[in-house]
T-cell receptor, first 112, second 114 residues
Framework: QKEVEQNSGPLSVPEGAIASLNCTYS??????FFWYRQYSGKSPELIMFIYSNGDKEDGRFTAQLNKASQYVSLLIRDSQPSDSATYLC????????????FGAGTRLAVHP | KAGVTQTPRYLIKTRGQQVTLSCSPI?????VSWYQQTPGQGLQFLFEYFSETQRNKGNFPGRFSGRQFSNSRSEMNVSTLELGDSALYLC?????????????FGPGTRLTVL
């Protein structure tokens, strides 16, 4: 059973702070890792993807992947109230083609 | 480029009926995947189509089926609807050939079964 674990939250941070979202996974054959943002009543929106160990930065977002420890994280710098949403961690695995396995999501609340 | 489109956006059906949902991928994308999202189970993979062939299937009963056309558009069908099929059905498209590609989601179809 391939599993993706996330803390459901809510994670509450003040505006301007760094939000840190974490995700662990069980399958060492996991291949590609994704972070999606989902606002209430909307569909998931791709924020970041990462394939290799290390950090990947895109604007205010940084994804970190550590395959040895089987975790992936997302840092959001200078958090804004508009970042308040559910953040979904997802992965694909070798041989699974484009089948995404999702975590349950972490609710982030950024308060002014 | 236009994004992934799904029709209809909302559906209300009664138990025992069947339903067909449609998905048009981003131009040039050949892989279409379908997901079901419910509050209790989260996002779960239904199936993936690439070049008109189903190449992966999730753990759903045979009442859930799909197909893909030569223009990459895809449909999914749910027969003999049950109350538990009420959910947001999402399709996602990607370039597709090798797997592990970034996937972009459509707006979803909200299905309510009464």
């Amino acid at each position: 059973q391939k599993e993706v674990e996330q803390n459901s939250g809510p994670l509450s941070v003040p505006e301007g702070a760094i939000a840190s979202l974490n995700c662990t996974y069980s399958d060492r054959g996991s291949q590609s890792f994704f972070w999606y943002r989902q606002y209430s009543g909307k569909s998931p929106e791709l924020i970041m993807f990462i394939y290799s160990n290390g950090d990947k930065e895109d604007g205010r977002f940084t994804a970190q992947l550590n395959k040895a420890s089987q975790y992936v994280s997302l840092l959001i710098r200078d958090s804004q109230p508009s970042d308040s949403a559910t953040y979904l961690c997802a992965l694909t695995f070798s041989g699974g083609y484009n089948k995404l396995i999702f975590g349950a999501g972490t609710r982030l609340a950024v308060h002014p | 480029k236009a994004g992934v489109t799904q029709t209809p956006r909302y559906l209300i059906k009664t138990r025992g009926q069947q339903v067909t949902l449609s998905c048009s991928p981003i131009s040039g994308h050949r892989s279409v995947s379908w997901y079901q999202q419910t509050p209790g189970q989260g996002l779960q993979f239904l199936f993936e189509y690439f070049s008109e062939t189903q190449r992966n299937k999730g753990n759903f009963p045979g009442r859930f089926s799909g197909r893909q056309f030569s223009n990459s558009r895809s449909e999914m069908n749910v027969s003999t609807l049950e109350l538990g099929d009420s959910a947001l059905y999402l399709c996602a498209s990607s370039l597709g050939p090798q797997g592990g590609d970034t996937q972009y989601f459509g707006p979803g179809t909200r299905l309510t079964v009464l």
